[in-house]
């Protein structure tokens, strides 16, 4: 199913209801969430049958959708739970399943005969004949695995039925293990990183130890925190979007069920703008088309690893792995969410995140705008006192905001900004 530049799918991770708004709110096409049962981020929120139907409400009332992730490798007293949560998916309306072992596809062929299913890309799909296996078996969508190249997934697409959704993630954090099929977490912490509970033993760092009597230890360090030999890079294919377009891709899935408010809307509405930005200049008919620098400055404002194209070009850079510190970079952190705007005395009612203080500089992210800024000029609490700063938070206050804005607009506090 090829598309023309900049159609594809715009699907990103909403960990929780009010991420779920938040991703819709940055334009997101879609959204995929995790059931309190059998998603593969068990320390996630999650959505309960209420949280699922008030989501996929939303998220149809804006003509978007909502996949939902049953990809944990399931055990056989797993199915006890999957009636229940299958009805639940079904009374919600969601759009499909995201799902991973053939048992659990053939328990939702059974129930819900007619609900899309996505194959999880733990499922590993990298050739033409286990895609067209699984279309075979009333898969809709495969959710390809990370480590093909651009060039692979154009041939892949070229011997593959028609009908056949290709989708394939394009930012996030990477597992060091084979398409996230890891065990390191079940020797080391005893919680199954294929079952929602991974600790993430690849960000710790590590020392390389003689096997011999003394069991003499060597230092291993490339940095003052130690060698973490295992801790890949963040995934960022922003500039390659045109490529994954035409090689097939129609979803471009972006990772963090686990992630913050900031990281879900800052990435969503940077990719959204790149998506529009290329469809754009396709209408237009120029094949060359250079990527604002500003939306690619975006994606440093949120937190993360240095970032790779991991396995897109073919063979991985000697740098996929980042071994000097388990910890991650961000140039901007939330200040506060918009809940309304008084246009004639221009102050915005705000829900604080984190500390700002009365003449600090806030810049504004909203949908499709990353350009403006305004000094606040005071703040109030909800009875009308005035603060120096706003220190609490959650606290809901009205501060200074000569920039128009909206609710669910995203106030940040840039560093050195």
């Known amino acids: 199913m090829r598309r023309p530049m900049g159609s594809a799918e715009l699907l990103s991770p909403a960990g929780n209801l009010e991420r779920l708004q938040i991703a ?77 072992d ?70 996030g954090a990477m597992c060091m293990a084979y398409s996230g099929r890891c065990l390191l977490s079940n020797y080391i912490a005893g919680r199954d990183s294929n079952r929602g509970e991974c600790a993430q033993p690849c960000r710790w760092a590590y020392e390389l130890r003689e096997r011999g009597a003394q069991g003499e230890y060597f230092s291993i360090e490339q940095g003052a925190e130690g060698s973490f030999v295992f801790n890949a890079r963040d995934l960022r294919l922003m500039e390659y979007l045109p490529a994954l377009l035409r090689a097939g891709v129609c979803s471009c899935k972006i990772e963090g069920r686990m992630k913050s408010d900031a990281y879900v809307a800052t990435v969503t509405n940077a990719y959204r703008m790149a998506l529009d930005a290329y469809a754009g200049a396709s209408a237009r008919g120029e094949a060359d088309y250079t990527l604002p620098g500003a939306l690619l400055r975006e994606l440093d404002k949120v937190s993360h690893r240095p970032y790779t194209t991991g396995f897109a070009l073919g063979k991985p850079p000697e740098n996929i792995q980042y071994t000097h510190s388990a910890g991650n970079i961000t140039q901007a952190d939330i200040a506060a969410i918009v809940l309304g705007y008084d246009a004639a005395g221009k102050v915005a009612r705000v829900s ?19 350009g403006r800024a305004f000094r606040i000029a005071g703040i109030k609490t909800r009875e009308g006192a005035a603060m120096e700063s706003a220190p609490h938070p959650m606290e809901e206050l009205y501060i200074g905001c000569a920039e128009p804005v909206q609710a669910g607009d995203i106030l940040r506090i840039e560093r050195g900004g």
């Open 352 to 370: 604080q995140r984190n500390k700002f203080a009365d003449g600090d500089m806030l810049h504004i992210l909203a949908p499709g705008d990353i």
């Open 102 to 171: 053939p048992g659990i596809l053939r328990a939702v062929r059974r129930t819900l005969p007619d609900l899309p299913l996505h194959l999880s890309t733990q499922a590993n799909t990298l050739n033409s004949e286990a895609a067209t296996f699984w279309y075979e078996q009333g898969i809709k969508r495969i959710v390809l695995a990370r480590e093909l190249s651009i060039e692979q997934i154009a041939g892949l697409r070229a011997k593959t039925p028609s009908g056949l959704e290709l989708e394939a993630f394009v930012h």
């Open 24 to 100: 819709l709110h940055y334009g997101a096409d879609a959204v995929y969430v995790g059931a309190r049962q059998l998603s593969l981020r068990n320390y996630a929120d999650n959505f309960g049958p209420e949280e699922l139907r008030q989501g996929c409400g939303l998220a149809h009332a804006a003509g978007k959708k909502v996949y939902v992730a049953l990809n944990a490798f399931a055990r056989d007293e797993d199915f006890n739970a999957l009636p229940a949560l299958l009805s639940a998916v079904a009374e919600a309306g969601a759009d499909a399943l995201i799902v991973n």
